[in-house]
């Protein structure tokens, strides 16, 4: 069964960084789609970021305009961990982060899903972040 589990969460204020942890088990997921998706109050799950190990020893990975420049996404095959380092942090930025695992999408594919149809997409329970300003 897979299972995802964020932490990391918190309130923070504007400026300042959190990093988001998504611990995978129940599967390999190195061959596996891995991303962040997040969700304000009255507003729709919207893509963060997304990443895939390449194979070789690169990954790949997509962003949100958004957040370009002020957060990273990364990976730790032996963990089944994927991170989201968040600098610079916004109020805009609050939201619920979910992490989402999808094994037959690529990064660019699963930052272009619609979470409300996501198919094989498995997705966490999600963790709160809240930037105050």
């Known amino acids: 069964q897979v299972q995802l589990v964020e932490s990391g969460g918190g309130l923070v204020q504007a400026g300042g960084s959190l990093r988001l942890s998504c611990a995978a088990s129940?599967?390999?997921?190195?061959?596996?789609?891995m991303g962040w998706f997040r969700q304000a109050p009255e507003k729709e799950r919207e893509f963060v970021a997304a990443?895939?190990?390449?194979?070789?020893?690169?990954?790949?990975?997509y962003y949100t305009d958004s957040v370009k420049g002020r957060f990273t996404i990364s990976g730790d095959n032996a963990k089944n961990t994927v991170y989201l380092q968040m600098n610079s942090l916004k109020p805009e930025d609050s939201a619920v982060y979910y992490c989402?695992?999808?094994?037959?999408?690529?990064?660019?594919?699963?930052?272009?899903?619609?979470?409300?149809?996501?198919?094989?997409?498995?997705w966490g329970q999600g963790t709160q972040v809240t930037v105050s300003s």
């Open positions: 129940g599967r390999t997921f190195s061959t596996w789609a």
């Open positions: 989402a695992a999808n094994p037959a999408l690529s990064a660019r594919a699963l930052s272009l899903i619609n979470p409300r149809t996501s198919g094989l997409t498995y």
């Open positions: 990443i895939k190990w390449s194979g070789d020893i690169t990954w790949n990975e």
